[in-house]
């Protein structure tokens, strides 16, 4: 079934078209009363210049009316003012001005646009009454045609018209039905399918409503702006790639609106215009910041936000195959935050929950975007270093150490940290590899903590 907003859509259609024929009859009306009311005024003959002034206003009133509130009852006084109009120039032709008779012919052909079909029967029997009788202005009268062939001519000439306005109708309604669809179907896509269109130098020139509330912005705020302008942080390569010479750009974009972030799979493609010369591009994206928040419940751990144990494992996994295959240097740090049940019994858990999320934004911000850091137990947290041989991951853990003693805690506790740290060898399994870290971490423990242990 047709949407609601439809069925109105064809009812305004109407209503156009009678706006547009009112138009008409004012044009066409207005300056043939006028040049009637002054041709009896030069005749001197006052009940006609009376009687024509008397319908110019009261065809403007009814015009007025009809303009107002386009319905039935205004359009059937406008007709009526017409049609008294229409009898004093029957009248006026009957006195010899028989060439102003044929704008009547006007008249039956506003009455097919105007009315509905039973009112269209109904007038054109009423408009044609007088000239089904002839006798009544043939007496003074010079016409020298048969009147009832004219009353013949017009009932052929309203039928024929008719049958032209229904079929105009109808292909106009087909048309303003599929546009009404289209804007529709638009209006869908525009509030849901995030979107940008850019010309050439990213000057955004198109932003869909989606996209405008994703980015916190009006869709006037973002029009006009350059597309660096909207911070959209991309987590793969870098999408002003588009603006040079790549064809097309796919990945995640990254966009943060106050304390929300929001996420769009997003892909980057050039348009053409019908000479193939490239006229801009289109961003179409997805909105995946559900998923993303679910798999970031998923995989990490709720106090701190650092990686889970089980994603940890995962990655422990992959780094394992890679090096089978490149073995380029990767190192496993273990780190435990020293006498930390000491904190927890003086200050309280909470206390220690404080820590414990400060303790990993320090090591968070220490390291590097390739690395990893997962919360592996209580307060002891893992960290892959990918592409760093031992002296390396030593150099940085070190530093990480320093931070922690010198950090200014809650409630100025004293905190330090021990780390153990093993690079991976070739034929060790991940369960290989964590034991000799965590020998290295617990003889960091035994030496006295706060220090950095490598695995021998
Ligand atoms: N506040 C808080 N404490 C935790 C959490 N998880 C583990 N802990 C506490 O961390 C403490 C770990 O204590 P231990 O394993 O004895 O180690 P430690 O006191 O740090 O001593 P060393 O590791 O030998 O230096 C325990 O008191 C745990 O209750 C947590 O999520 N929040």
Redesign the pocket.
């Known amino acids: 079934m047709m949407p609601k907003l439809l069925q109105q859509g064809v009812l305004s259609y109407q209503q156009r078209l009678a706006a547009r024929i009112r138009w008409f009859v004012l044009i066409l009306f207005m300056p043939v009363l006028m040049l009637l009311i002054f041709h009896f005024l030069i005749k001197e003959n006052w009940a006609m210049v009376t009687a024509f002034s008397i319908s110019l206003f009261g065809f403007l009133a009814s015009y007025h009316f009809h303009q107002k509130h386009s319905d039935a009852l205004s359009s059937l006084i406008l007709l009526s003012s017409l049609y008294i109009l229409y009898l004093l120039s029957l009248f006026a032709v009957s006195e010899g001005q028989q060439q102003i008779y044929y704008w009547v012919l006007v008249l039956p052909i506003l009455n097919i646009f105007i009315n509905r079909l039973i009112h269209q029967l109904v007038w054109l029997v009423i408009l044609l009454i007088p000239l089904l009788l002839p006798s009544w202005f043939a007496e003074g009268g010079e016409f020298e045609g048969s009147y009832t062939n004219i009353a013949v001519a017009l009932i052929v000439i309203s039928v024929m018209l008719y049958f032209v306005k229904e079929f105009f109708l109808r292909s106009e309604q087909n048309i303003h039905h599929l546009n009404r669809e289209l804007e529709y179907q638009q209006k869908i896509v525009d509030s849901s399918v995030p979107m940008l269109k850019m010309d050439l130098n990213g000057e955004i020139t198109y932003a869909s409503l989606a996209i405008s509330r994703i980015l916190g912005r009006s869709v006037s705020n973002i029009v006009g702006k350059n597309y660096t302008d909207l911070k959209l942080i991309s987590l793969s390569n870098d999408p002003q790639v588009w603006l040079s010479e790549r064809k097309f750009w796919g990945g995640i974009l990254y966009s943060e609106v106050g304390p929300k972030s929001y996420w769009l799979d997003a892909m980057i493609r050039p348009e053409y215009d019908a000479f193939s010369n490239k006229t801009g591009y289109l961003l179409i994206a997805e909105n995946i910041t559900r998923q993303q928040s679910l798999e970031k419940q998923a995989n990490h751990d709720q106090?701190t936000g650092a990686l889970n144990r089980r994603v940890f494992d995962e990655f422990i996994f992959q780094t394992i195959e890679e090096f089978n295959r490149h073995k380029d240097p990767v190192c496993l740090v273990l780190c435990?935050?020293?006498?930390?049940?000491?904190v927890?019994d003086t200050f309280g858990?909470l206390t220690?929950?404080d820590i414990?999320k400060e303790f990993y934004k320090i090591m968070d911000e220490s390291l590097r975007q390739t690395d990893s850091l997962a919360r592996w137990g209580?307060?002891e947290f893992a960290i892959l270093l990918p592409m760093t041989n031992v002296d390396q991951a030593l150099t940085v853990i070190e530093k990480l150490r320093e931070k922690v003693e010198e950090h200014v805690w809650p409630k100025n506790i004293s905190l330090t940290s021990?780390f153990g740290i093993c690079q991976l060898q070739q034929g060790w399994s991940s369960k290989e590899w964590f034991e000799q870290t965590d020998n290295a971490l617990y003889q960091a423990?035994d030496q006295g903590?706060n220090r950095v242990i490598v695995c021998s």
């Open positions: 106090l435990d935050i020293d006498h930390f049940k000491e927890n858990h220690g929950d414990l209580g307060e021990s423990k903590r």
